[in-house]
């Protein structure tokens, strides 16, 4: 190994240093064990890498290294000022030259670990904490559990499956205070921006996208764009007494001297790409993420009420250019529902000790959506085919790598997020409750990459093979 390859491990361990004095780590991608210019995610730890060409195991390499630019970036811009100094004799000061040099340290390393024996044992980490199931005596404490989410997934098909026939004969039940028509009073609409695409464009632009050595589309930031917003979602959401309550406003979150803040006047809607695998092919999963900036408590004593809250809508594509299937859930990881697309049918096989899936209904992947939210919990109440020129008020964009270093005056950046991936704030009374099932602080929000999204079993979120456990065809 060369002098300068020694200089620039000297310097990641001098930043990971850093990052834990002064409590930056960033837990969105897992760390490699005495690789830091290497962080992982499940999609990439499912590759065999045995089975890979050599181009495809150095791209496989070079994936790892990207996540790790990403991470160690935001953790240096976390990092205080009394953080920074002592790394001014291996990193430059100014960001992109920070990049410039983590980048050209990785080229470096990853030239010689190309050399070496291929990378085989990368794990991603299991989000349950195992010893909780053995203190709480998982295998019986599981089996009310088991019943209670049987229950409560029929209960939230039943509703949906009510509203959305509501929704089909444009019928308005006051009662209830759930409205079909556009321009009711009982809901208040939040767009994006007008797609310059429609859904059927832009898997067709899909379709013409080169694939690197893994399978992975190469998208041109402008072509990500594009898509993203093609897909994007319309929020409807329930008002109180005819007026949307403060709690029930997407929020932007800000960070200022040393606190994030939650921002109603700025309705932000948050997405990034992700990776996942269907059979033999490459995944894009579009992502978009609402914040609200609390639940409120129903009644003397709810579990589930807190600061934060908010859902994902992900969307699921081929790079041959066809729609799979929507899935959402809450960002504690609770509510877990997956949507096939047309074409598609999931036919999940699972054994006893594993939650069974929520599947809802049948959606046109040739249409944008709207999803229509419950006031104060976010419950998704229906989806249906967004209106062709709807009106509503108008959300920001933004990358949801903003939330893991939100920019302030003052000068280091702030997140929401600790170094184990929760929003501290968030933490909610139910984790007195469900802390047999091995989740850590369930209900609390979190960050991507960390969601456990079932108590029976283990399932992630992130789990690149998950529409295989869903037993797509």
């Not at 999609?43 to 890979?52: C, W």
């Not at 070079?62 to 205080?80: C, D, Q, S, Y």
């Not at 990853?110 to 349950?128: C, G, K, N």
């Not at 504690?332 to 697309?341: H, S, V």
Request: proline share 7%; glycine share 6%; charged share 20%.
């Amino acid at each position: 190994m060369s002098e300068e390859e020694h200089r620039c491990l000297a310097g990641y361990a001098a930043l990971e240093k850093a990052a834990q004095r002064f409590e930056t780590r960033d837990a969105r991608h897992q760390r490699v064990e005495h690789l830091p210019y290497l962080r992982t995610s499940r999609f990439l730890a499912s590759f065999d890498t045995r089975a890979l060409s050599e181009a495809a195991y150095r791209q496989w390499l070079f994936h790892h290294h990207a996540l790790a630019v990403e991470g160690l970036t935001i953790e240096w811009k976390r990092l205080p000022i009394a953080g920074k100094q002592p790394l001014d004799r291996y990193w430059p000061s100014k960001e992109r030259a920070f990049k410039r040099k983590l980048k050209q340290c990785g080229a470096l390393l990853l030239a010689h670990q190309a050399e070496r024996p291929r990378l085989t044992h990368i794990a991603a980490q299991d989000h349950y904490q195992t010893w909780k199931r053995w203190v709480g005596l998982y295998p019986l404490a599981a089996i009310p559990f088991y019943h209670g989410v049987v229950s409560e997934q029929t209960m939230i098909r039943r509703r949906q499956n009510v509203f959305n026939d509501k929704l089909n004969t444009a019928d308005i039940t006051s009662a209830s205070g759930l409205a079909a028509e556009s321009d009711s009073p009982s809901w208040t609409r939040f767009t994006g921006p007008i797609p310059a695409l429609s859904p059927v464009e832009a898997l067709g632009q899909l379709r013409q996208q080169p694939l690197d050595a893994l399978g992975v589309p190469q998208l041109s930031e402008a072509a990500r764009e594009q898509l993203v917003d093609a897909f994007m979602p319309t929020l409807a959401i329930e008002n109180t007494d005819n007026t949307l309550a403060d709690n029930d406003r997407p929020v932007q979150l800000t960070a200022s001297r040393g606190a994030v803040a939650r921002n109603p006047d700025q309705p932000t809607l948050y997405t990034h790409i992700s990776l996942g695998r269907y059979r033999d092919q490459v995944t894009l999963q579009l992502n978009y993420s609402v914040w609200f900036s609390e639940r409120r408590p129903e009644g003397l004593l709810d579990w589930l009420a807190g600061q934060y809250n908010g859902i994902t809508w992900r969307v699921h594509l081929l790079p041959s250019g066809a729609v799979v299937g929507y899935d959402k859930m809450h960002q504690c990881g609770c509510w877990y529902q997956f949507f096939p697309a047309m074409g598609f049918r999931p036919r999940p096989q699972l054994p006893l000790a594993q939650e069974p899936f929520n599947i809802g209904r049948t959606l046109d992947p040739r249409e944008r959506h709207t999803l229509w939210l419950e006031a104060n919990t976010h419950h998704l109440l229906g989806v249906s085919a967004a209106p062709g020129s709807e009106t509503g008020t108008a959300m920001e964009v933004h990358p949801y790598s903003d939330l893991r270093a939100l920019e302030t005056p003052e000068g280091p950046s702030q997140s929401p997020f600790d170094s184990r991936g929760l929003i501290p704030a968030s933490r909610r009374p139910e984790r007195w409750i469900f802390w047999p099932m091995g989740i850590a602080s369930p209900g609390a929000l979190r960050i991507h990459g960390t969601h456990a999204i079932a108590f029976i079993g283990r399932r992630h979120f992130d789990d690149p093979r998950l529409l295989r456990e869903l037993g797509l065809e």
